[in-house]
């Protein structure tokens, strides 16, 4: 079955500006994850939705935010974007987000230049 | 706060040498722990996981690790090293009871394995 699909793959924009990025999980896949990767902090959670709510959110400003829709794809909004937000943003999805029998598939990520 | 410390930040090995990669978490309670890998131009995958039980676990190409609470540690193992196994290792723990949300994991920040042929 297909994997975690993340769109675009790659992104320029300048300061200021906002991005949406998209990602659709494995089909029968509810929960979503976000992570930012840079070579600086590694991977830093960003936030996590389960059937459309979000259920744990990391810390990261306002200015950070995602939604789940219905059929579980998930995206996520950056505004007033910053240099420091330059990163390699990286989606993660699994069945109901835990449990011994799971575990996550991630997506080949975004990766977001900001000038 | 939690973190997630990787004490290696490049290893390089040449092939048949024995591999231990550290890990150490500073949580006190429940951990949930796990150990993923990147290979070169490939996605992030899990290797291997500890939720309870046998502090040994098993995962996949030969790898394992131990879970030693009175260390918070969860180093990474492997007895002989192959070229591909050529990657970037991440340990991560989750916070909470078994079954908690793997969603929200606190990475550490890779340990950069290069095997010579």
């Known amino acids: 079955k297909a994997g975690v699909t993340q769109t675009p793959r790659y992104l320029i924009k300048t300061r200021g500006q906002q991005v949406t990025l998209s990602c659709s999980p494995i089909s029968g896949h509810r929960s979503v994850s976000w992570y930012q990767q840079t070579p600086g902090q590694g991977l830093q959670f960003l936030f996590e939705y389960f059937s459309e709510t979000q259920r744990n959110k990391g810390n990261f400003p306002g200015r950070f935010s995602g939604r789940q829709f219905s059929n579980s794809r998930s995206e996520m909004n950056v505004s007033t974007l910053e240099l420091g937000d330059s990163a390699l943003y990286l989606c993660a999805s699994s069945f109901q987000g835990g449990g011994h029998n799971e575990k996550l598939f991630f997506g080949s990520g975004t990766q977001l230049s900001v000038l | 706060a939690q973190s997630v410390s990787q004490h290696n930040h490049h290893v390089i090995l040449s092939e048949a040498a024995s591999l231990e990669l550290g890990c150490n978490y500073s949580y006190g309670g429940t951990v949930n722990l796990f150990w993923y890998v990147q290979y070169p131009g490939q996605h992030l995958q899990l290797l291997l996981k500890?939720?309870?039980?046998?502090?040994l676990v098993k995962g996949i190409k030969g790898f394992e690790a131990e879970f030693i609470k009175s260390k918070f540690s969860f180093n990474l193992r492997k007895p002989s090293v192959q070229w591909s196994d050529t990657a970037e290792y991440f340990c991560?723990?989750?916070?909470?009871?078994?079954?908690?949300?793997?969603?929200?994991?606190?990475f550490g920040k890779g340990t950069k394995l290069s095997v010579k042929p």
């Open positions: 500890y939720f309870s039980g046998d502090p």
């Open positions: 991560a723990v989750n916070l909470g009871p078994s079954g908690g949300s793997q969603g929200n994991l606190i």
